[in-house]
């Protein structure tokens, strides 16, 4: 890839151009890095159905046409054939997923998607600037408007089970302050703890309340499940139940090994009165302990295989993806996945958080995607949706659970000793 010069890649466009810059690359090396590119996305993207050659294909099928382009000279290569890879290897230079484009699997789907978003990155940045006329071009120039955007702005995306794909949207860096507490938070931990956090910001109650529960427990989980609880208590999120996962910290010097069920902390909590009878029929039963059991299966499954994809071999080595971290607002989750179905989310809201740390005198950081809080509504009422200011919310809730967890880390504990308890309950009722 670093091999090919920026007006080479400008000359991309359709298929048989990208058939002449495969078959004219200088040397081997270049042809991988092209085809590693191609493949990032099929790997990252989210469950979802294309078009392509008339019929709709999963992942894995559009995954084997892959495999057959790579094994044949590009001479032999379909227009179709070449116009998936040039599809991929922009979404890859973009950094967007597969899961993005609507409908189709195609360079013009991609374009499409990828004019969208330069509106969106250019309405932040300068509104009148004009998208670039090449589809690599633009995908170039997508990856660089990303981060100036993120300096005022942090994106989330929407994945609407209605709609089989993601869109992208920003919320304000200003609009997500988190030095105060919300009134639910505050009144748990005030519950909780004998000193109480008047004339402390929101960061310094926590670091102490983090350090007191240490050195009573040897861990941090009373504090995290305070937060929890807290959460079901809140009137802005109004949950009907609620999931934190993250590692619980034994394993911060060797975090490619965090691929076991005890290397995370991934607890759920129910709110009060919830009446699973309700969602028998999408749940398949009426036992919360059964939804805590499956929700806490499905997360352990999802971080150990990020973990696997972030720090083992293979094209995902490193790379941070979007299926793998960034926050997210869930609209109709239940419209037909069962893995969703059987936790009764139908709509909520995810903040994702990386966790820094020390590792000797250097400062680390964890991936955005190993630190994760999520609110589900289980309702189907259109009162009940979840809403982008209801995500704003959560992330507030994402930001204090690090802050707790990162203090914990600090200290050199973890952020639970015991086995988790799946009904545990963070306060009396």
Not at 98 to 110: N, T
Request: net charge negative.
């Amino acid at each position: 890839m670093t091999s090919y010069k920026a007006g080479r890649v400008s000359e991309v466009n359709d298929a048989s151009t990208m058939r002449r810059f495969v078959a004219s690359a200088p040397d081997s090396n270049c042809v991988d890095g092209v085809f590693d590119a191609c493949l990032r996305p099929i790997v990252y993207s989210r469950h979802h159905w294309l078009l392509f050659k008339g019929e709709y294909r999963v992942r894995a099928e559009l995954r084997a046409v892959y495999e057959s382009c790579r094994q044949r000279p590009p001479e032999e290569w379909d227009d179709d054939e070449a116009d998936l890879i040039l599809a991929l290897f922009a979404l890859d230079m973009s950094s967007v997923g597969l899961d993005e484009l609507r409908e189709h699997a195609s360079s013009a789907a991609v374009r499409s998607t990828l004019l969208e978003r330069h509106a969106l990155y250019a309405g932040v940045l300068e509104p009148t600037e004009v998208p670039p006329d090449g589809l690599l071009d633009l995908a170039r120039r997508l990856a660089e408007m990303r981060p100036l955007v993120e300096r005022s702005h942090v994106p989330y995306s929407v994945i609407d089970g209605r709609a089989w794909y993601r869109t992208e949207g920003l919320i304000r860096r200003d609009d997500l302050d988190v030095s105060e507490l919300a009134a639910p938070v505050s009144d748990v931990l005030d519950s909780l703890f004998d000193s109480p956090g008047d004339g402390l910001g929101a960061s310094e109650r926590l670091v102490a309340t983090t350090r007191a529960a240490v050195a009573a427990d040897g861990d941090s989980a009373v504090v995290v499940r305070a937060i929890m609880y807290a959460a079901l208590l809140d009137p802005v999120l109004r949950a009907d139940h609620v999931t934190l996962t993250c590692p619980v910290g034994d394993m911060l010097d060797k975090p490619a090994e965090m691929t076991t069920s005890a290397a995370f902390f991934t607890e759920t909590q129910v709110r009060d009165g919830v009446d699973l009878g309700n969602y028998a029929e999408r749940l398949g039963h009426e036992s919360v302990d059964q939804m805590q059991r499956t929700i806490r299966a499905r997360m352990l499954k999802l971080k150990r295989g990020a973990i696997r994809g972030l720090y083992g071999p293979g094209c995902m080595q490193g790379r941070f993806v979007e299926k793998h971290g960034g926050h997210m607002l869930f609209l109709n989750e239940d419209a037909h996945y069962r893995g969703h179905q059987s936790i009764g989310c139908h709509s909520g809201g995810r903040a994702s958080f990386a966790l820094r740390y020390r590792a000797g005198q250097e400062e680390q950081a964890l991936t955005p995607m190993v630190g994760d809080f999520r609110v589900v509504r289980m309702s189907q009422d259109e009162s009940d949706i979840f809403t982008v200011e209801e995500l704003r919310h959560t992330i507030r809730y994402g930001e204090w659970i690090r802050t707790v967890v990162e203090e914990t880390y600090r200290l050199g504990a973890v952020v639970r000793l015991d086995d988790p308890t799946l009904t545990r309950t963070a306060v009396p009722a």
